[in-house]
C-alpha cells in the first residue's frame, strides 16, 4: 500500500551509489546525478509497467549517495512526467528513487555482458 509521503531526500542504495560513480568515471559524466537521471530515464522508458514500486523501494537501503528533490528534478519534470506515467502516485520522487536504482542495476547487468557496451545503445 502507497502512502502519501514523498521524499524530500533522495537517497540512494549504497550499491546504486556504487555503479553510478562505475558509470559515471567510464563515460565520463561530470556528476553523478546525471547518472542517476539517466538511468531513471532508462527505467521508465524500458521497465515502465514491470516495477512494483512499493516493494521494490521497501527492499532497497538507503545508504548510499544522498541528493535533495530539488537538486535531482531542478524544473519538476521528472515529477510532472511520473504523475502522467503513473496517475494514481502520489510520491513521484519515491518512482524515480526506485526507477533510479532499478536502471542502474539494468545497466550493470549490460555492462558486465558486454565488455563494449556502450551507454548510448540505452537511447
Known amino acids: 500500500m502507497e502512502t502519501n ?25 561530470s556528476q553523478a546525478i546525471s547518472v542517476y537521471k539517466l538511468a531513471a530515464a532508462y527505467a521508465f522508458k524500458e521497465y ?6 512499493e516493494k521494490l523501494d521497501y527492499g532497497y537501503d538507503k545508504n548510499g549517495a544522498n541528493y535533495h528533490s530539488a537538486s ?9 512526467l ?12 519515491k518512482y524515480a528513487r526506485v526507477a533510479a536504482i532499478f536502471g542502474l ?19
Open 5 to 29: 509521503k514523498d521524499y524530500i531526500d533522495i537517497r540512494f542504495s549504497a550499491e546504486a551509489t556504487i555503479i553510478a560513480d562505475e558509470i559515471k568515471d567510464r563515460f565520463f559524466f
Open 48 to 53: 515502465k509497467d514491470s516495477m512494483d514500486f
Open 72 to 80: 535531482f528534478d531542478v524544473d519538476g519534470t521528472f515529477k510532472q
Open 82 to 93: 511520473i504523475i502522467i506515467m503513473y496517475p494514481w502516485c502520489s510520491t513521484p520522487y
Open 105 to 123: 542495476k539494468k545497466i550493470k547487468e549490460k555492462m558486465d555482458r558486454d565488455p563494449d557496451f556502450n551507454i548510448v545503445s540505452l537511447l
